[in-house]
């Protein structure tokens, strides 16, 4: 698998969604809410497939992941699809791990969850701080919702959250990780030794 067939096995996990089945295109992703019906995951690019695959797609809330940059997909698409953020793949291969206590006044709690792992910070006053999750996936971690409550913020809490996730990962076999970024988390992942593997354009089928 690539990197971004891997990021949907792992999404799955952390989402408690089925995992993706295999179709023409490359992966369906079944999540099954009135918003989101479901994610088609391309393993690469091929304008005309692409084309192809959004103009058979009925009814709203079908998601298209595709590895390619929005100024190439999107000209691609019928009429009044919507556009998400930006995004990007990124990849690591894991090293040596520092082990990051948290902050004085703030308890870590790692939790394995079959096939995913969760990682909490947890203030004095019994608040959820910080958390985040990664799926494992053939020896890889995917990473997802890496997340620091606003008021908990510029504590370094999200860089203890990715170093116990990392940790845990390693020690059930994984030796590389994945995560998808929006353009001010990949400047971070950056810094972290991540790199990018594609931009990625997510895009959602219209409503009647």
Do not use: C
């Amino acid at each position: 698998m690539n990197p971004l067939e891997t990021w949907a096995f792992g999404y799955a996990l952390t989402r408690g969604y089925p995992a993706p089945h295999a179709v023409p295109t490359g992966l369906w992703l079944e999540i099954g809410k009135p918003d989101q019906r479901g994610r088609f995951v391309l393993p690469r690019f091929d304008p005309a497939a692409f084309t192809d695959l959004a103009q058979s797609i009925e009814g709203p809330g079908v998601y298209i992941e595709a590895p390619a940059p929005r100024e190439t997909a999107v000209p691609l698409l019928p009429e009044h699809w919507t556009v998400r953020e930006r995004a990007y793949l990124m990849t690591t291969t894991f090293g040596a791990t520092e082990r990051l206590p948290p902050p004085a006044s703030y308890q870590l709690l790692t939790h394995d969850e079959g096939g995913a792992i969760r990682v909490e910070i947890i203030s004095d006053g019994g608040e959820l701080a910080a958390s985040g999750l990664a799926g494992l996936v053939d020896g890889q971690a995917v990473f997802d919702q890496i997340l620091t409550q606003p008021a908990h913020r510029r504590l370094g809490l999200g860089t203890v959250v990715m170093s116990a996730l990392t940790r845990r990962a390693i020690e059930r076999g994984a030796n590389r990780g994945a995560l998808i970024a929006t353009p001010d988390g990949r400047a971070l992942y950056q810094t972290l030794g991540w790199a990018q593997w594609s931009e990625v354009t997510s895009v959602i089928s219209p409503g009647p």
